[in-house]
């Protein structure tokens, strides 16, 4: 299978060279100062705060042209749709590992709907420099794969082969029947969330604010009373059904965990996530 990682942030960097380092033909497409960090030295991984960097040199390319199996698109919410201006002339399958909660009909409109694989990567990290520092493995990471899916629900051969690619590369993936579902529930959840990190200034000084952690929770209620279907995962119920106080003390100690200090959350552009939430508001209202 030919690959293309469209999107050379955190996610797509880390993304492409774990495909890269497992022996699949992968590309990078980058632009702008990123694009010539990595054709200098290629992509550079660390693992959390360690000192030990190294090099993967990825091919590196500056366009979607032709002739691949499938493009994982990794970026922002707000950019996709300069995305599929470029890839709607193209052929192939795409997967949008991303923030989305508009379902595919928008997608599939512009590049083809018998194209749109949907997905959401479960990795973290933030980049220092030019270097892409990633979440450690953990026991939770292992427990939470990265879900892909068709979007009408279906179990496709070309889910299953994307599945066990991505597999053989350690991305812990598996394919999820209820994909539009999961996006949607991921979107209620994070656009209070992200929203209420920026207004503190980060995740430590908004944990430090219990009564701001309970006006993020109320958000996260309203957002998942508004959705047509159950919450995907199921976990997310809790958010309605548990008692405030303890949802409260709950998300406090997460905001404080090591699980969001590695997410980047923290450390994007303000423009760029203020951005990134307001799309994904608007497709969470529609």
Do not use: C
């Not at 919410?77 to 002339?89: F, P, R, Y």
């Amino acid at each position: 299978m030919k690959m293309l990682v469209y999107g050379a942030g955190v996610l797509g960097s880390l993304f492409s060279a774990r495909l890269h380092e497992a022996g699949h033909d992968v590309s990078l497409l980058a632009r702008g100062d990123r694009l010539a960090a990595l054709r200098r030295h290629g992509v550079l991984l660390a693992e959390g705060d360690s000192p030990d960097v190294r090099r993967v040199a990825v091919p590196i390319v500056d366009h979607p042209a032709g002739g691949y199996d499938l493009t994982a698109v990794l970026v922002r919410t707000h950019q996709v749709d300069a995305v599929l201006e470029s890839l709607a002339g193209l052929e192939g399958d795409v997967l949008f590992l991303l923030n989305w909660a508009a379902g595919a009909e928008p997608l599939g409109a512009v590049i083809g709907h018998e194209r749109v694989l949907l997905g959401f990567p479960t990795a973290g990290g933030k980049m220092d420099g030019d270097v892409v520092r990633h979440r450690a493995s953990t026991l939770m990471n292992r427990l939470l794969p990265m879900p892909i899916g068709e979007p009408g629900g279906r179990s496709t051969p070309r889910v299953e082969r994307i599945v066990r690619t991505l597999r053989t590369a350690g991305i812990n993936a598996k394919n999820e029947p209820r994909m539009d579902a999961w996006l949607r529930t991921h979107a209620a959840f994070e656009v209070a969330l992200g929203r209420a990190v920026d207004e503190a200034g980060g995740p430590v000084v908004l944990a430090d604010d219990p009564d701001a952690v309970r006006h993020m929770l109320r958000g996260m209620r309203r957002n998942l009373a508004a959705m047509p279907t159950p919450p995907v995962p199921r976990g997310f119920a809790a958010l309605q059904t548990l008692p405030e106080g303890l949802l409260v003390a709950v998300l406090r100690r997460f905001l404080r965990s090591s699980t969001v200090a590695n997410s980047g959350l923290d450390s994007a552009t303000p423009a760029a996530a203020t951005a990134e939430y307001d799309k994904l508001a608007e497709q969470l209202r529609v």
